[in-house]
């Protein structure tokens, strides 16, 4: 019932830039927090950054000051700027929200993500 799909991801050169989108659509009652997560082939999905609803963000030390998470509440959007990417950039990106939805009667949260979308990084 509940969608999200992500759109951005490609090649860019070191040092060069992406933006990330992803949008929810569906029974949606509110969404709450989003964020986003990577995840590089053989390793542990990580978190990116994360934006609540009012629009608080908090990054991981090692994106800080080149990663730029925002979102448009209207939308249900999510997007991820980055900036000076880096070969170790190169990851799947994954898009996650805790949304609350009606389920019968009941207003539950739960954790959705997206497919991921592939950003490499390379010259």
């Known amino acids: 019932q509940v969608q999200m799909v992500e759109s951005g991801g490609g090649l860019v050169q070191p040092g060069g830039s992406l933006r990330l989108s992803c949008a929810a659509s569906g029974n949606i009652f509110i969404v709450n927090n989003m964020a986003w997560y990577r995840q590089v082939s053989g390793k542990e999905r990580e978190l990116v950054a994360v934006i609540t609803s009012a629009g608080n963000a908090r990054y991981a030390d090692s994106m800080e000051g080149r990663f730029t998470i925002s979102r448009d509440n209207a939308k249900k959007t999510v997007y991820l700027q980055m900036n000076s990417l880096q070969s170790e950039d190169t990851a799947v990106y994954y898009c996650?929200?805790?949304?609350?939805?009606?389920?019968?009667?009941?207003?539950?949260?739960?954790?959705?993500w997206g497919k991921g979308v592939l950003v490499t990084v390379s010259s």
């Open positions: 996650y929200a805790d949304i609350r939805v009606y389920q019968g009667d009941n207003l539950r949260a739960l954790d959705y």
